[in-house]
């Protein structure tokens, strides 16, 4: 680490400058990692492999000053040449990938016994035509019964996950969602339209909120869902840590649906969570906390 203050750089998408929800994501890193003591400079992922390409793949030759990589992106492959040439990132390329995958973070989470709602996993398609699996939709039915969670793999903000009400709705949602990788949970009643967002820091859940949702089975803010601070309960915070070392996460948005006695059923892992409702809601900066933990990490 360098004698001076910190340095690292925030990679963005490329497609994503000038979204005004991303740029407030931005502004609040920025002002975070001034708090926390270090300098932070924001580079597209475009940018960083334009520079890889002139430098030979040595980014160390034209940026030699870094010392950690804030990774805000799903371009995995870019996050792991960074880690191959040596250099801290956060969140890793392995955890950002196993939860940018909502199939993949299920499969890895279900043999620790972290308890989720039943889930059926569909094959891959190649045609995104009209033919449907109809041994899966038949167990699914019978499985998991109507209304039924039909759930694209990767997706933000709620606007991929879906409500099949009977087989003719799940059908055209299957057809709908083409070649794209999907799931199949149950409807979890007990929670419809209300979860609560745990926010992790290391092993430590640094703010949390409910939402809710009275016109929507979705609690998510995105789709008109109103926000209360959440005061987490110890085994909350100890699940939520126990899913974090399993996936390898440094930072995460951990979402809960209450199970029928109100118990936790983990939903989906948000390994670069929009941490701005955040804190509108609890008035809780989490980024300073995402720094200090990065500064922390360096330091070692």
Not at 13 to 31: A, I, Q, T, V, W
Not at 58 to 72: K, N, Y
Not at 107 to 126: V, Y
Request: proline share 4%; glycine share 8%; charged share 25%.
């Amino acid at each position: 680490m360098s004698l001076s203050r910190p340095r690292g750089i925030h990679v963005v998408n490329s497609f994503f400058d000038g979204y005004e929800k991303h740029e407030e994501l931005c502004r609040m890193l920025m002002r975070g990692a001034a708090e926390a003591g270090c300098h932070l400079e924001r580079v597209t992922g475009g940018e960083l492999w334009s520079e890889l390409f002139k430098s030979g793949y040595r980014l160390s030759d034209i940026r030699p000053e870094i010392d950690f990589v804030l990774f805000w992106d799903k371009d995995v492959t870019l996050a792991g040449e960074l880690e191959r040439q040596g250099l801290p990132v956060f969140n890793s390329s392995a955890a950002i990938r196993v939860c940018d995958n909502k199939a993949e973070t299920f499969l890895a989470l279900k043999e620790a016994g972290i308890p989720m709602p039943e889930t059926i996993i569909a094959p891959k398609r190649f045609r995104p035509g009209t033919d449907l699996d109809v041994h899966l939709l038949d167990t699914a039915e019978k499985e998991l019964g109507f209304p039924m969670i039909v759930k694209e793999c990767y997706g933000s903000f709620g606007a991929q996950v879906y409500l099949a009400g009977n087989r003719e709705e799940l059908n055209s949602l299957v057809i709908r969602i083409g070649k794209r990788p999907w799931l199949l949970q149950r409807f979890v009643r007990s929670s419809e339209g209300r979860d609560v967002r745990v926010q992790m820091v290391g092993e430590r859940a640094a703010a949390a909120m409910l939402r809710s949702n009275k016109n929507d089975f979705r609690a998510n803010i995105t789709n008109g869902g109103k926000m209360e601070a959440f005061e987490v309960p110890p085994e909350w915070e100890k699940l939520s840590a126990h899913v974090m070392s399993l996936l390898g996460l440094d930072f995460a948005g951990i979402d809960y649906l209450f199970g029928e006695d109100g118990e936790p059923l983990l939903c989906e892992v948000n390994s670069n969570a929009y941490i701005k409702n955040l804190f509108d809601c609890t008035g809780i900066d989490v980024s300073v906390e995402i720094f200090r933990y990065i500064l922390g990490r360096i330091s070692k």
